[in-house]
């Protein structure tokens, strides 16, 4: 199984690298960044890109992948929202009519967030610009596509948030990480990566999978 993932310099994209390099299912894993993520694997292959409006220039080094893990976000915190939508919705529009031109067969997984609305009539903007972007994936007409609503996530293996503040308060926490984990609305960056690659696997009817079904898909393959 090839696969292509955004946004692996963050948190959530480099728990799902983690997991794909140490998974002997995924034989080669495309990685598309702002900036290099410099990771050594045999398996990797990364390509820099400046604007992911620009992803059709990537088209003869990437021209087939059986799966999508698109993990690359921003925060609304902050953000100006012309600019929020563009990297929410336009660039995952962008990416999606990528995967779908060069294998419409893919299956296509985008991280989400809790909260995000699927009727697109928050009174939340960035609930409606996400559920904006996962409409469009889910109705392009790939093979499969999962939302992954991902609630509150401990990091492991030396990942790190790229944000001061979201550090800040995992450093806080951390001492709780042994009681957090017992709790089942809480996930790991070791389960959503294993979950998101036993979404290719095992496929679901329910396409929106919050902290707790992302637990309890990590483990599926051990029942195999």
Partial sequence: ?????????????????N????????KKIYLVNRV?????????????????????ELKNEISHCDACFHCMGITSFGQKSDYYYKVTFEMTKVLTDFIYKINPNAVMTYVSGEG?????????????????AENYILNKGLKDAY????????PENGIKAKTKLYNLFYTLMKPLYP?????PTITTSSKLGLAMINCLYFPLKNKYLDNKKINNLCKIHLKD
Avoid at 19 to 26: A, H, K, P, T, V
Avoid at 116 to 130: F, G, L, R
Avoid at 179 to 183: D, T, V
């Fill in 1 to 17: 199984m090839d696969v292509l993932i955004t946004g692996s310099t963050g948190m959530v994209g480099k728990s799902v690298l």
């Fill in 19 to 26: 997991e794909c390099i140490n998974d002997d299912r995924i």
């Fill in 36 to 56: 290099p993520v410099n990771v050594k694997s045999s398996k990797v292959y990364e390509f820099i890109l400046d604007d992911f409006l620009k992803m059709g």
């Fill in 116 to 132: 995000t609305s699927k009727n697109e009539n928050s009174k939340i903007p960035w609930a409606n610009v996400k559920g904006k």
């Fill in 147 to 154: 939302m992954i609503r991902l609630g509150l996530l401990i």
């Fill in 179 to 183: 009681l957090m984990r017992l709790m």
